[in-house]
């Protein structure tokens, strides 16, 4: 089995198993992908709690391909800058200094 099928296949392997989190298993980012990743971060503080997430993907002024965008939110979701609400919209949470006050709501919560 050559090396890089080898590399691909435990890759996929530690994905399926959720030995790690995502982008703790992916390659570092591109400079493209760091821009996608700015310009959904940008669309959801425009659009916070108003769109679920595959209206949010869908509304994105640029198309992202499924995949990165659910390693995006799923990143920022990690990093406590977005949450799911109770009827699974995503809403920007990332302020320092309120960020205790969102996580203190009960209709809020985090995946």
Same mark, same amino acid.
């Not at 990690?78 to 320092?96: H, L, M, N, T």
């Given at each position: 089995?050559? /090396?890089?099928?080898?590399?691909? %296949?435990?890759?996929? &392997? ?5 030995? !790690?989190? $995502?982008? #703790?298993? =992916? ?9 996608? /990743?700015?310009?959904?971060?940008? %669309?959801?503080?425009? &659009? ?5 997430? !595959?209206? $949010?993907? #869908?509304? =994105? ?9 659910? /390693? ?40």
């Amino acid at each position: 089995m050559p /090396a890089d099928l080898r590399a691909e %296949c435990r890759l996929r &392997h530690d994905i399926h198993a959720g030995a !790690r989190s $995502l982008f #703790e298993v =992916l390659r570092q980012p591109n400079e493209i992908e760091e821009i996608r /990743a700015g310009m959904v971060e940008d %669309c959801i503080r425009q &659009h916070s709690g108003e769109y679920r997430r !595959r209206a $949010l993907w #869908e509304r =994105l002024p640029r198309k992202v391909m499924c995949q990165t965008f659910k /390693a995006i939110i799923e990143y920022l979701l990690e990093s406590g800058k977005i949450a799911i609400d109770a009827q699974d919209r995503v809403c920007w949470i990332y302020d320092p200094e309120f960020t205790w006050w969102y996580l203190a709501r009960e209709d809020l919560r985090i995946r």
